[in-house]
């Protein structure tokens, strides 16, 4: 009872599978989740730059041409994303809102879920400006966990199927990057370069 059936494949598949698009639950979360982001984000980060738009960006502290650089972002925010949505929802609705449900009901279990996906985004915040921190805190990680809240009644009224939920957590996270991105190709996480001493 309330156990996910698909597979790995199924998960990576699932945000570019016209039919979980095309369900509302998705495509509608997708575009309310997204709109709601931007707006946190401006509270947290300040209006999106834009000071970069259009510039040649920079990957791994290398600037490349528009051609090369901008399809290579966006493949490696589309492998890095899909990891990620499928991992965080696999472990926060797969298994502890499942499990919280069969323990506790399911109302329960997709609150305390979401709460727990809310206050474990809390981590994040060694990797926010310093500045910015108590922003984070009131603003952004409540925010998380009321998108935590819909991806669970993504994934409990979508049938206890995580490609509902994989869907609309791949498209939140690699669209509001892509955004960012767009604005500032040269000062993004993709720009820092790597490099070893020896």
Known sequence: MFTPS??????????????VLGDPLVFGGILGTL?????VSRIVDGPISTQGFGQEPVIFGTQMHDAVGY????????ALFVQVAAAEEVAFRGVMQSGLSRAYGET?????????FGLVHASNLPFVDRDKRLQYLYAG???????GSYLGLAYRYGGYRLSKPVAVHFWYDFLLEAIAFAGDPKH?????????RF
């Open 188 to 196: 993004s996480p993709l720009s820092a370069s790597i490099g070893l």
């Open 71 to 78: 399809p290579l972002a966006g493949a490696l925010g589309t």
């Open 35 to 39: 709109a709601a982001g931007l707006a």
């Open 141 to 147: 990680v409540p925010f998380i966990t009321v998108l």
């Open 108 to 116: 329960a279990g997709w609150a305390w879920a979401s709460l727990t």
């Open 6 to 19: 698909e597979s790995l494949t199924d998960l990576f598949a699932a945000p570019f599978d016209p039919h």
